[in-house]
């Protein structure tokens, strides 16, 4: 493929490739003699944000590197967004990787870029085409989306703190508005708050976006916060794949130490300390209405009293 990049249309709506937008089927990957995966199998729904466990050195972020392209695998068959990509042996013949984004670890930014150049990366490559103006304008847009004050898009990524680092990689992964968004451990080296924010502002882009989110993390309150399904890679392939409730009740040891330790005990009870004041707060405020409704009958139906004895 040569020329100008061009993006891959839409996957028709309804279509297989529509609902699961990632489909690997008996991966393999391997280093030498050291075999990674062996009959790996996922599914990605759309609309969903997967995250993706499993103990150091199992291939989560290779599993990652073979979905987009970067890995090229021993064995099997990788379809995203209805593209074969391990059909693909040239970077260039990839013609999706307009439609979706990427977070490295720590970010990957160049550092002799500003932010907002860093962000402009991908808008040079799919769309040389833009005025300078538009994409100025497009790279500030992603900066603040991202949570970032407009101040930061002058700024090089030596002069952040590692939290607005994340940010401003995240600002380069939404650049080209994509459908996919990959995350390798988005909240690693966050402090507790930091990476609190960092989980929310995913939930609100996924939903006010429509993205569909591969989330790689060992962050079990990230796990419980935001994640739908968590999918764990064990014994070279995804053994598992669901809500964690449906994880617990497995009986696979690694899943029973990983959720049921201490730390998985913590981040479960805060999960469920945060749904009860959740649904204190709805309780009171749906008692506020009530009780502003009523007021407001009693308010009209003496003043229908009034009304009639001057009459």
């Known amino acids: 493929m040569s020329g100008e990049p061009i993006c891959a249309e839409p996957v028709p709506i309804g279509s297989e490739a529509d609902q699961f937008p990632i489909r690997v089927r008996g991966l393999k990957n391997a280093f030498g003699d050291h075999v990674i995966h062996e009959n790996l199998d996922l599914d990605v729904r759309k609309g969903e944000i997967l995250g993706v466990v499993g103990g150091s050195g199992t291939g989560k972020s290779v599993l990652m590197r073979s979905i987009i392209g970067l890995k090229i695998p021993e064995e ?24 979706w984004g990427i977070l490295f670890q720590g970010g990957a930014l160049f550092s002799t870029l500003t932010v907002a150049e860093n962000v402009e990366v991908p808008l040079r490559e799919f769309y040389p085409e833009i005025t300078d ?22 700024k090089y990524p030596s002069e952040l703190s590692g939290g607005m680092r994340k940010r401003a990689g995240l600002s380069r992964a939404l650049a080209l508005d994509p459908e996919l968004l ?12 930091g990476a609190a924010g960092f989980d929310q ?3 609100s882009l996924q939903q006010t976006l429509g993205l569909t989110v591969f989330l790689i993390t060992h ?24 809500t964690i409730p449906e994880l617990i009740a497995t009986e696979h040891p690694w899943i029973k130490s990983y959720f049921n330790g201490p730390r998985g005990r913590a981040a479960k009870a805060a999960n469920e300390r945060t749904a009860a004041e959740a649904a204190n707060e709805r309780t009171a405020a749906e008692a506020a209405n009530e009780l502003t409704a009523a007021q407001a009958a009693n308010q009209q139906n003496a003043a229908l009293g009034t009304s009639g004895h001057e009459a």
Not at 133 to 154: D, N
Not at 182 to 193: V, Y
Not at 219 to 242: M, Q, S, W
């Open 76 to 99: 099997g068959t990788i379809e995203v967004l209805g593209s074969q990509i391990t059909d693909a042996r040239d970077d260039d013949d990839i013609d999706i990787r307009c439609r």
């Open 133 to 154: 103006e538009l994409r100025h304008e497009i790279a500030r847009y992603k900066v603040l989306l991202s949570g970032l004050p407009a101040e930061a898009t002058s």
């Open 182 to 193: 990959f995350l390798d451990e988005p909240t690693a080296g966050l402090d507790p708050i």
């Open 201 to 203: 502002l995913i939930r």
């Open 219 to 242: 962050d079990l309150d990230t796990l419980y916060e935001i994640c739908d399904r968590v999918a764990v890679i064990a014994d070279k392939r995804v053994i598992a794949v669901g």
